[in-house]
């Protein structure tokens, strides 16, 4: 396998070097001709390599790229193709959300808002091809939600008139343009969205946040490049199967990002914004992972604060964290990084090829350089100098209801592959099938069962938020960090929109489909693996009135 994956890589530079012409001989070579011009060297920014960590961490401020807008009436939202400088010194072409708000421009702005406002917004489509917005994780009647159904053709415009019913917590809006959502995102449409309230406010209160300063959204994504050093989206046909993966990590868009903190508490706002890459979180000093808090997750804040040194974020789910930069003394660097991982793709049911299963098979034809569950860096905190700050974090953060559960109906929702896609209750998408209708009001327990031969798929629900209720035969990896009940890991707690099953698992949670829209509303149900959900793996679910 290893040899393999080696001779694989070894091909992949040649290819490289024969594309920029003689960019081999300056592979491995000084960094000071990387950074811009030339050919391309994916070196530099391999984020296996902490010394490659030396680029700022963008940060959002109020206004331009990803500017924090509080948004105060209607907004004009544009999509259009644009360029970005994903790496320094090289313009890629980019796809970006256009704003502007009480005379300042905004391109993939942050919107914030405040649980219970109305949010009125048009989507005017200027790209060459048919797009549309979802709110992720917000609970909006289904024409407001984004359905690919909603998709606008070039120069169409979409209008989005809803009332932010969320509790405050950390949302986020990308494309769902029908078969082109992984591309699109890939491409740069999809940012966040804040939702606030008073338990936000009494957290970063009781902790002394400032968005942009000691309350950080932060989005982290794989990307590859071509040898130009410009954003590269071709999967092959098992990536465009498997997931595409990238080589290059950026957090915030910033590739091997660095950013300098005092011996104080931050909150990180983390969104798994990749396509297809599932991280294994942690904080390491030296060989040590440190501990962190986590205070939220997809749908806001948790009951109680909960301490680990690790936790999983797969693709669509976010993970709100305290991390005590007083853990280290001024001069050390902590290395947020993904750990290594079985990523299970390794007893597909393809079989056979001289012993390897599919998943090897598809790992050794992957054209990134990082394979799934591979081991590197994310971001770098750098300690200064600075008071020493220790959190006073309140002891109960937020209610967190138990849906009752009482008489609830039972769902099977298994998930399989056939003919090369992975399907839903034995599905592939349809436009226009209802794969099962649910009524209004009632609530359900939907068992989500993951073949033992397969991959791990993270299940996102539209419409409505769900809470875990049980993790059944996990594997070990996830069951080592399962104490919170249940089989339950520290990523279960709370409102969820998105959950990792991972190959053998069955993962059982309560949805409550109470809503006040009229009439009947179609919703999806999808993996969150982009390119899983372009080629199928999701279906319609209708809830009746
Ligand atoms: Cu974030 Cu239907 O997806
Ligand atoms: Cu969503
Ligand atoms: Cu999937």
Not at 78 to 106: D, H, I, N
Not at 133 to 157: E, V
Not at 381 to 386: E, F, K, P, R, Y
Not at 516 to 529: A, E, I, L, S
């Amino acid at each position: 396998m290893l040899q393999r994956r080696q001779l694989f890589q070894f091909a992949g530079v040649a290819a490289v070097a024969a594309a920029g012409g003689a960019a081999w001989m300056y592979y491995g070579s000084g960094r000071s001709t990387a950074l811009a011009g030339g050919p391309f060297r994916h070196y530099p920014f391999d984020p296996v390599a902490a010394e490659n960590f030396q680029q700022k961490l963008f940060i959002p401020v109020g206004s331009g790229p990803f500017g924090v807008l509080d948004v105060a009436g209607p907004l004009k939202i544009r999509a259009a193709a644009a360029s970005f400088p994903l790496l320094p010194g090289r313009e890629s072409p980019f796809l970006l959300y256009q704003t502007e708000q009480a005379g300042k421009a905004y391109q993939n702005p942050i919107l914030r808002i405040e649980s219970g406002a109305r949010f009125t917004a048009s989507l005017d489509n200027a790209l060459k091809e048919p797009t549309i917005i979802h709110w992720h994780g917000l609970h909006t009647p289904a024409a407001m939600d984004g359905h690919p159904a909603s998709t606008i053709g070039p120069g169409g415009r979409y209008d989005y008139d809803f009332t932010v019913r969320n509790r405050g917590g950390t949302y986020w809006y990308h494309t769902h343009a029908h078969e082109l959502t992984a591309e699109q995102a890939y491409n740069g449409l999809a940012s966040f969205f804040l939702v606030d309230d008073d338990d936000q406010r009494r957290v970063s209160k009781a902790l002394d946040l400032q968005l942009g300063v000691t309350d950080l959204p932060l989005v982290i994504q794989d990307k590859q490049f071509d040898a130009q050093g410009k954003l590269l989206y071709k999967p092959s046909v098992h990536e465009a199967m498997m997931g595409w993966l990238g080589d290059i990590v950026l957090a915030n868009l910033t590739p091997n990002a660095v950013q300098a903190v005092t011996p104080r508490s931050y909150r990180l706002r983390l969104l798994n914004g990749s396509n297809a890459r599932i991280y294994r979180l942690a904080f390491v000093k030296g060989k040590t992972a440190l501990n962190f808090t986590v205070i939220g997750t997809d749908g806001g804040l948790i009951e109680l604060p909960e301490t680990v040194s690790e936790a999983f974020l797969a693709p669509g789910e976010r993970l709100d964290v305290l991390f005590d930069a007083g853990q280290a003394q001024p001069g050390e660097d902590i290395f947020l990084k993904s750990l290594a991982f079985d990523a299970m793709e390794n007893e597909g049911p393809a079989g056979g090829m001289g012993g390897m299963g599919m998943g090897q098979m598809m790992a050794a034809m992957s054209s990134s350089r990082l394979p799934l569950g591979a081991e590197f860096n994310v971001l770098k905190l750098s300690v200064t100098a600075g008071e020493r700050v220790v959190a006073n974090l309140p002891a109960t953060l937020s209610q967190v209801k138990p849906i009752r559960t009482e008489g609830a109906a039972q769902r099977k929702i298994e998930l399989s592959m056939g003919q090369m896609r992975f399907l839903i209750n034995g599905r592939t998408f349809k436009m226009d099938e209802i794969a099962f209708d649910v009524k209004r009001g009632a609530v359900e327990i939907w068992s989500i069962s993951n073949p033992a031969l397969g991959m791990p798929h993270p299940m996102h629900i539209h419409g409505f938020s769900f809470q875990v209720l049980e993790r059944l035969n996990s594997p070990p990896q996830v069951a080592s960090t399962a104490r919170f009940g249940q089989g339950r890991t520290v990523s279960d707690l709370g409102w969820k929109d998105t959950v990792l099953v991972w190959p053998g698992e069955t993962v059982r949670v309560a949805i409550d489909f109470a809503h006040d829209y009229p009439g009947d509303q179609t919703y999806v149900f999808h993996c969150h693996n982009l390119e899983h959900e372009d080629a199928g793996m999701m279906i319609n679910f209708r809830v009746q009135a």
